[in-house]
């Protein structure tokens, strides 16, 4: 990968398998209000912000303690490739950095992630922001 693809680390002291465990725990440190499952290869799960964002996704690949693999099914994007460009970068790379490097370390660090609860005040959140004059 280059340096124009979005990427974010983080480093926590915890074994493997309580990383792999939280990682997998998709409702534990993005959105409690996931339908579906996302523990191993051919679940499915759907995540929506009203009026903002919607995406069905599948797991297509666990390999313990290395990786999980995500295919998006009803959407069509990549953030291999998100860049400054996009009209979305500031945006994307803001939530991803905040469910990756801050929910998700949390959830591994100390056994609670902050996952979104209400995507319907989210999307009100960010209409009432993209409103605000800069």
């Not at 295919?71 to 490739?81: A, E, I, K």
């Amino acid at each position: 990968m280059t340096d124009q693809h979005f990427s974010t680390t983080f480093a926590v002291d915890r074994t493997p398998e309580t990383v792999f465990d939280a990682v997998r725990d998709v409702r534990g440190w993005w959105s409690r209000t996931l339908t579906g499952r996302s523990e191993k290869p051919g679940d499915v799960f759907t995540y929506e912000v009203p009026g903002i964002h919607r995406a069905t996704i599948e797991v297509t690949e666990v390999v313990p303690r290395e990786r999980v693999v995500w295919r998006v099914l009803d959407v069509r994007f990549t953030h291999v490739g998100l860049t400054p460009a996009f009209e979305c970068f500031d945006a994307c790379r803001k939530g991803w950095s905040f469910y990756i490097g801050t929910s998700l370390h949390d959830l591994i660090a100390t056994g609670t992630g902050h996952p979104d609860e209400d995507p319907q005040a989210l999307a009100l959140a960010n209409e009432n922001v993209a409103a605000t004059p800069h």
